[in-house]
Nanobody
Framework: QVQLVESGGGLVQAGGSLRLSCAASGRTSSIYLMGWFRQAPGKEREFVAAFRWIPTSIYYADSVKGRFTISRDDAKNTVYLQMNSPKPEDTAIYYC?????????????????WGQGTQVTVSS
């Protein structure tokens, strides 16, 4: 099994910055891709960004491209989401997710492992 634990959420002003972390433990060798999703009240869970390591590839939702950056620290089994210039519409619970090979990178149902979520609130 794999455990994912997010941290770093909180309140941030629009135009500021915030970094989310996701630490993986357990059977991490089964993970080939980790991503971030978010869910705002009354909305579907949506894809934000993903990092695949074989082959190394990075994916972003159009809504965050150029503002958010996903990165990985192999030594710490941790994936980060650097949020620069956040907007009020970025307010949501952010979830870290992991999966093996196969399936869509953009669909939440294709991810096997999930963290508990961390709240991000962007004030205007």
């Amino acid at each position: 099994q794999v455990q994912l634990v997010e941290s770093g959420g909180g309140l941030v002003q629009a135009g500021g910055s915030l970094r989310l972390s996701c630490a993986a433990s357990g059977r991490t060798s089964s993970i080939y891709l980790m991503g971030w999703f978010r869910q705002a009240p009354g909305k579907e869970r949506e894809f934000v960004a993903a990092f695949r390591w074989i082959p190394t590839s990075i994916y972003y939702a159009d809504s965050v491209k150029g503002r958010f950056t996903i990165s990985r620290d192999d030594a710490k089994n941790t994936v980060y989401l650097q949020m620069n210039s956040p907007k009020p519409e970025d307010t949501a619970i952010y979830y870290c997710a992991g999966r093996g090979l196969g399936g869509s990178i953009y669909r939440a149902v294709d991810y096997n492992y999930w963290g508990q979520g961390t709240q991000v609130t962007v004030s205007s």
